[in-house]
């Protein structure tokens, strides 16, 4: 695959990205500012939808469906590091913050 038609694919993959991920990145480069890098934004976002406290109280309540909403964003995050990378680099210059 050349240089060119790599950039092409991650952009149009960019642009069909989830709705979740584009908003989770927003919210935690609103958070952090200057201090955010792309590490840090991949292990915020690993970090919300690895077992916490939403997976108990989804189990009290005898529901699966955050369990499995986690595991699909967490596949999700861990497949599509790229994608991040590029939403991260998008999003730099739209928070009106040093980055």
């Given at each position: 695959?050349?240089?060119?038609?790599?950039?092409?694919?991650?952009?149009?993959?960019?642009?069909?990205?989830?709705?979740?991920?584009?908003?989770?990145?927003?919210?935690?480069?609103?958070?952090?500012?200057?201090?955010?890098?792309?590490?840090?934004?991949?292990?915020?976002?690993?970090?919300?939808?690895?077992?916490?406290?939403?997976?108990?109280?989804?189990?009290?309540?005898?529901?699966?469906?955050?369990?499995?909403?986690?595991?699909?964003?967490?596949?999700f995050?861990?497949?599509?590091?790229?994608?991040?990378?590029?939403?991260?680099?998008?999003?730099k210059?739209?928070?009106?913050?040093?980055?």
């Amino acid at each position: 695959m050349l240089q060119e038609e790599y950039e092409l694919l991650l952009e149009r993959t960019v642009e069909v990205a989830p709705d979740w991920l584009k908003s989770d990145i927003q919210d935690i480069l609103n958070k952090e500012g200057k201090h955010a890098g792309v590490s840090y934004v991949i292990s915020q976002l690993h970090d919300r939808y690895s077992f916490s406290f939403r997976h108990i109280l989804s189990a009290i309540n005898f529901s699966d469906e955050w369990t499995m909403v986690s595991r699909e964003r967490l596949s999700f995050i861990d497949n599509n590091i790229e994608v991040i990378v590029a939403l991260f680099n998008e999003n730099k210059g739209k928070t009106g913050k040093d980055l």
